[in-house]
C-alpha cells in the first residue's frame, strides 16, 4: 500500500448540499428553511437556550457550587508527599522545586493523609493539627509560618 494510492471507501464520501439552488437539486424553493417565520427569514435568530419565552431550562435548574478564583494560590500537602521528598528542611521554595504544589502557589499546608516514618523540618508552611501530631511523633518540627503584614483592613 502506497499513501499516494489510499482512497476513502465507496460510498463514504458525498458531494456536499448546494441549498437554493432549484428545484432539481431537491434543495431549492425554501432550501431547507421551511415555510416563514423567524428561523425562515433573514437576520435575526433567537439567542442560545431561548425556549419561545417559556423560562429556559438554565434558569429553571437551581445554582450549586462555584470555581474558586484562588484555586491555584492555595496548596494542600499530604504527609505521603513529605515522605517522598528527599530534602530534611522543607519550606514553600522546596515544595515548589520538587514539584509537589503549583508554582502559582502563596501558601501551602499539610493535611494528615498518608504516613511519614522520617524526620523532618517544616519552616514557613502551615500544618493542621492531625499533621502537626503526625511530624512531631516521626520526631520532626513545625516552625510556625510567618503571619502576614496588615493591610490596615478591619480585623
Do not use: C
Not at 500537602?77 to 513529605?82: A, E, F, I, K, P
Not at 499539610?110 to 516521626?138: F, H
Amino acid at each position: 500500500m502506497r499513501l499516494n494510492s489510499m482512497k476513502p471507501a465507496p460510498g463514504a464520501k458525498s458531494a456536499r448540499h448546494r441549498v437554493g439552488r432549484g428545484v432539481g437539486s431537491g434543495w431549492g424553493k425554501t432550501a431547507g428553511l421551511g415555510h416563514k417565520g423567524q428561523r425562515a427569514r433573514a437576520g435575526g435568530y433567537h439567542k442560545v437556550g431561548f425556549e419561545g419565552g417559556q423560562m429556559p431550562l438554565h434558569r429553571r435548574l437551581p445554582k450549586r457550587g462555584f470555581t474558586s478564583l484562588d484555586r491555584d494560590f492555595y496548596a494542600e500537602v499530604r504527609l505521603s508527599d513529605l515522605q517522598r521528598m528527599k530534602a530534611s528542611e522543607i519550606d514553600l521554595a522546596t515544595l515548589k522545586a520538587e514539584g509537589v504544589v503549583s508554582r502559582l502557589a502563596l501558601v501551602a499546608k499539610v493535611i494528615l493523609s498518608g504516613k511519614l516514618a522520617r524526620a523532618i523540618t517544616l519552616k514557613g508552611v502551615a500544618a493542621s493539627k492531625g499533621a502537626r501530631a503526625a511530624i512531631e511523633s516521626a520526631g520532626g518540627r513545625v516552625e510556625a509560618p510567618a503571619k502576614p503584614a496588615s493591610t490596615g483592613a478591619k480585623e
